[in-house]
């Protein structure tokens, strides 16, 4: 199972009211860059693979957010990537980032352990499982 991990920005993003968990459009792409916690702050800053060969990105992963006693939680709907025509890759991350905000602020990521390309005819899936997010 891949791990989950936040952009520190994202969080002050998030306690000054910029971004919607519910109603923003919450992008996934893919990317080979290592990723810094600390330093990435918006989608220019971290390098997405090419777009070719059925990879499409950025999609829109359809999110919703709830809340139950004090703990806040968003869900998102899997994104399945099939190469073809040649392959896709490598990468190592997905990436999710709010595409409403006028600049794109990255929210987190999922480490894969290492790189990945699909062949023709693969398949991959983000799975983002029952809940990808919860604050409390």
């Known amino acids: 199972m891949a791990t989950f991990n ?3 920005g994202f969080i ?3 306690g000054l009211g910029a971004v919607n ?3 923003d459009t919450f992008n996934v792409y893919l990317s080979n860059a290592t990723p810094s916690a600390s330093a990435d702050d918006v989608k220019t800053d971290l390098a997405e693979i090419t777009n070719q ?9 359809q999110n919703a957010y709830s809340e ?4 806040g939680t968003m869900t998102a709907v899997d ?5 073809s025509g040649g392959t896709v890759g490598p990468f190592q ?5 709010d595409d ?3 600049s794109d602020v990255l929210m987190g990521w999922y480490d894969y352990g290492s790189a990945i390309t699909l062949q023709d005819g693969e398949t991959f899936t983000v799975d983002f499982g029952a809940s990808f997010a919860t604050y409390a």
């Open 79 to 83: 994104v399945v990537i099939t190469a």
């Open 53 to 61: 060969n059925g990879y499409t990105a950025p999609v829109d992963i």
């Open 100 to 102: 409403t905000h006028a």
């Open 68 to 71: 139950a006693s004090g703990t």
């Open 6 to 8: 936040k952009f520190q």
């Open 93 to 97: 991350y997905a990436v999710i980032y």
């Open 12 to 14: 002050g993003y998030l």
């Open 21 to 23: 968990l519910n109603t």
